[in-house]
């Protein structure tokens, strides 16, 4: 039976409605720590962390109630980014970790993710256990009226000890960064990270009021980073979203730096260290032709999973890789973590810059991108592609306009009620055309 809770990056919705209404919260709680406790780690405590949102403090209060409830203890760490949460946990004593974000979402939104101990998401099977055992209890469990919120009584600290010992003696002393962390997770950590690691700081979308988190700014949003490089001059600037687990990079001149371009950076310096195990990146059919032609000219091969960094590190690890990531921005640096972290792509990425005496254009200068574009349809429901004839007509001739010489990608999102059209080819209006065509038919479909 497929998942209902869980989608591809936890559990998501809207804060306050099912799933994530104090009752469901609670049940999950109850149910992870009955988990943990018939595993046998029932005696060590779960850490929680969350982001700037302001339902984070009630869910994550409601999340401690329900393990609580089954004899699990909780640790707090207040707010702490995603692969923060990921990699305390693996090297804490907890016997999971759970972070309440939804990511890049608008502040309404909120979700639950859970970590084992060994700091990666909970397996496909796990999950599946966990969420029966919240449907079996949710019904009769208690919530209480009485909103008691949790305090921070762990330091987050190590944390950022570790990134900082990722580049080793390498400093980022010269180079000018504008750090812009989405008025999220990272606002109260990435700014002194990169100060701490030698870079002159100018701060933006750092002040979090619970209800801007990813509001025109961070990742999703470059304008505004791209505009303050230019004006202070900065040798770069970087963007996380709302719990920084991907970031996107500008260039001096204003350039765009996603993820393709990180990983293509990333790649090429891990080659040269003699790190990158079998010459091999691990990306998402997302991932831009140019860059696996790129990576395809130094002899790195690239391999596409599904969307979702889940898959990307399930690739990883069975093909024993080193490197992988999404497009959005999300990358794995597998020798040090089990997630991707955008605060660690930017020290590694401004890291290759220092050690290369190089700039951020300059080393993704031979990355050519085919023109490509992304549409997102709302969508009333979700029917397979070959259910919907007008759809499934339109990307077979979209593919034979193509001719083999682009792609054309149509999914829908596994954390939104929506249709993505990706088409991807040589000529930017014909991309633009089919792109529109398969849209409109997914509307006439499913709008």
Request: proline fraction near 4%.
């Amino acid at each position: 039976m497929a998942k209902q809770l869980f989608g591809t990056d936890g559990i998501r919705g809207t804060a306050g409605e099912p799933p994530l209404d104090a009752r469901t919260v609670k049940a999950l709680g109850i149910a992870l720590g009955s988990d943990l406790t018939r595993r046998g780690l029932g005696n060590a405590p779960v850490l929680i962390g969350m982001d700037t949102r302001e339902s984070g403090p009630k869910i994550a209060a409601q999340v401690a109630d329900g393990l609580r409830h089954s004899g699990v203890g909780v640790t707090f760490a207040g707010v702490v980014t995603t692969p923060g949460v990921a990699w305390l946990t693996r090297n804490g004593r907890f016997s999971a970790g759970v972070m309440i974000s939804a990511s890049h979402n608008p502040f309404e939104d909120n979700g639950i993710k859970v970590f084992s101990r060994s700091g990666y998401k909970l397996p496909d099977d796990e999950e599946h256990e966990v969420e029966e055992e919240i449907f079996r209890i949710r019904e009769s469990t208690p919530v209480t009226s009485q909103h008691c919120e949790l305090v921070q009584d762990f330091d987050v600290r190590p944390y950022v000890d570790f990134l900082l010992s990722t580049i080793g003696t390498t400093k980022l002393t010269g180079l000018k960064v504008v750090v812009d962390c989405g008025n999220g997770a990272a606002s109260g950590l990435a700014p002194q990270l990169f100060r701490e690691a030698g870079a002159t700081v100018i701060p933006i979308g750092c002040r979090p009021n619970g209800r801007n988190i990813n509001l025109d700014c961070g990742a999703l949003h470059v304008e505004e980073l791209r505009k303050a490089v230019l004006e202070y001059g900065a040798d770069a600037g970087v963007a996380f979203d709302g719990d920084a687990d991907r970031a996107i990079l500008v260039a001096s001149s204003g350039r765009i730096i996603d993820g393709d371009a990180t990983m293509l950076i990333a790649a090429r310096r891990l080659q040269a260290d003699g790190h990158l195990a079998g010459n091999m990146v691990v990306s998402t059919v997302m991932s831009n032709l140019g860059l696996e032609k790129a990576l395809g000219r130094i002899g790195i091969s690239m391999l596409r999973t599904p969307v979702g960094d889940k898959y990307v590190l399930e690739e990883m690890l069975r093909r024993d890789a080193a490197l992988g990531g999404e497009q959005s921005g999300h990358v794995i640096f597998r020798e040090f973590a089990t997630t991707g972290d955008g605060m660690l792509t930017a020290l590694k990425v401004l890291e290759t810059c220092c050690r290369e005496h190089a700039t951020l254009d300059q080393l993704a200068a031979d990355l050519t991108v085919f023109p490509q574009l992304l549409i997102n349809i709302r969508v009333k429901e979700r029917r397979p592609l070959d259910q919907l004839p007008a759809v499934a007509n339109e990307i077979r001739a979209c593919e034979t306009a193509l001719n083999g010489l682009g792609r054309v990608l149509v999914r829908f999102s596994g954390t939104e009620p929506l249709a993505r059209v990706m088409v991807e080819g040589p000529d930017l209006q014909q991309v633009e055309s089919w792109a529109g065509r398969i849209a409109e038919a997914i509307r006439g479909e499913l709008g």
